[in-house]
């Protein structure tokens, strides 16, 4: 069986655009047949339209859950999402995007050619 991130994300985007109204988004389709879909833009769109616009961005590899985000004591609503199954393991990797934690042998860009 293979996995098909664009196929899971398009079943994603046709259960949002067949819920349009509800979820106060708009569905366009331009000439070409590309689909466009607006969550908040021009639209007034919603927290639950967020939700699902960021799964859609997931592939649908993931879980996008409401979370409370505090910023300066103020409680906003906020989105949390984790992957099911990372794509590359976080180990070896260092907070830096880009710069592997390697050893005094390695080519990485983190080693020392990378300092």
């Known amino acids: 069986m293979t996995l098909s991130v664009n196929d899971r994300a398009q079943e994603l985007a046709d259960r949002l655009a067949a819920e349009a109204d509800a979820l106060r988004v708009a569905v366009t389709t331009l000439p070409n047949g590309t689909r466009l879909v607006d969550c908040g833009s021009a639209v007034p769109g919603g927290l639950e339209a967020g939700r699902r616009f960021a799964q859609i961005c997931m592939g649908g590899l993931g879980a996008v ?51």
């Open 65 to 115: 859950t409401f979370a409370p985000l505090v910023l300066e004591g103020r409680w906003l609503p906020g989105l949390r999402s984790s992957p099911i199954t990372p794509r590359w393991p976080a180990w070896g990797r260092s907070t830096r995007a880009g710069a592997w934690i390697a050893t005094a042998t390695s080519r990485s860009p983190a080693g020392p050619a990378g300092r």
